[in-house]
């Protein structure tokens, strides 16, 4: 059974930074990817940043430039850098994956992906 669990969330001021972590377990295949997702209350879930096994990355506008998506494959943990943190990134963060991966396209879609950790919540105070 494919499990992911986050941590790292907390509150910090505005411009501060955080950084995310997502363990994976319970999987052996190799190709994959995943993602980081984010819901604020009365939002729907938005993807935030996602990785391919060859490492390249998708970010949504709202975070480009702020958050860099990360992994370590041999330790089977995906990373979200957060820096340059505004109010407006208030939500509960979510890991996510897609094992084994499917076609390609649409990494920031929620439907892509099969698997859910339960969310870590951030909080940016201004």
């Known amino acids: 059974q494919v499990q992911l669990l986050e941590s790292g969330g907390g509150s910090v001021q505005s411009g501060g930074s955080l950084r995310l972590s997502c363990a994976a377990s319970?999987?052996?295949?190799?190709?994959?990817?995943m993602g980081w997702f984010r819901q604020a209350p009365g939002k729907e879930r938005e993807g935030v940043a996602a990785?391919?096994?060859?490492?390249?990355?998708n970010y949504s506008d709202s975070v480009k430039g702020r958050f860099a998506i990360s992994q370590d494959n041999a330790k089977k943990t995906l990373y979200l850098e957060m820096n340059s943190l505004k109010p407006e990134d208030t939500a509960v963060y979510y890991c996510?994956?897609?094992?084994?991966?499917?076609?390609?396209?649409?990494?920031?879609?929620?439907?892509?992906?099969?698997?859910w950790g339960q969310g870590t919540q951030v909080t940016v105070s201004s």
């Open positions: 996510a994956a897609r094992i084994p991966a499917a076609s390609s396209g649409g990494y920031l879609g929620a439907f892509m992906y099969n698997y």
């Open positions: 990785i391919r096994r060859d490492g390249s990355t």
């Open positions: 319970g999987y052996t295949y190799s190709n994959f990817y």
